[in-house]
């Protein structure tokens, strides 16, 4: 049997990493970990704990709290996902409000906070068998995954599915304030010195902008096949 491939995703924000991520993971038979969603249940525990001031991280307090944080994820047999538990609560709906939007990207910048996730996310994905995706997924976590793949997409779609995203499930938000939140998320992800992000070297670039789900899932196949060929 041929060993179970690392499959490293990383791209913009709403550029259809996870969709992508969460399609390929279906259909190779993986587990799909969403990286960012650890990032936004440590910005979830600082809003919940008042480590928060005037819309930043109380970073020394924070990174003192940081051992008390217990991350895991539940899987469900029966439709093969995964939701994420926080000192044993399911926040897989709360890491998705606006207000954790608006603060995770400051949280991703704390060193300390990338280097208890990264570890987590080895440890999660040391065996292989999983699509990750992410930010720092294919130059830092696995900088070996067999298959790396860097996704982006015009911003106004980008911000236009996160809008119908969020209106899906009730958090309502204008388009002009998703698109900014956006912009603001990207500019720091990929400004920052710690782990930037950027295209791995080896990634398959892929622009969704004109792909539709399927067909995106179709053109990562074929990357894989040929990978898996070579
Ligand atoms: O994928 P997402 O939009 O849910 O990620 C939320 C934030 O977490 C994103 O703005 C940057 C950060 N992040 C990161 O720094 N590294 C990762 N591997 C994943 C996410």
Redesign the pocket.
Known sequence: MKKPLTIAIDGY??SG??TLAKDLAAKLGYIFI????M??AIALFAMEQDLVHEGQPKTTELIERLSTIDLAFQRHPETNSLTLTLNGEDISQKIRSKAVSAL??SI?LIAEV?TKLVELQRAIGEKGGVVM?????GTV?FPKAEIKIFVTANLSVRASRRQKELVSKELSTGLEEVQQNLEH?DL??TTREN?PLKQAEGALLLDTTNHTRESQLEAVMKFIENHSTC
């Open positions: 924000a709403s990493k996870s969403d990286s960012g969603a990032y936004r995770v990207s991703a990338r995706d992410g930010r720092d997924i976590v998320r720091i992800d782990s």
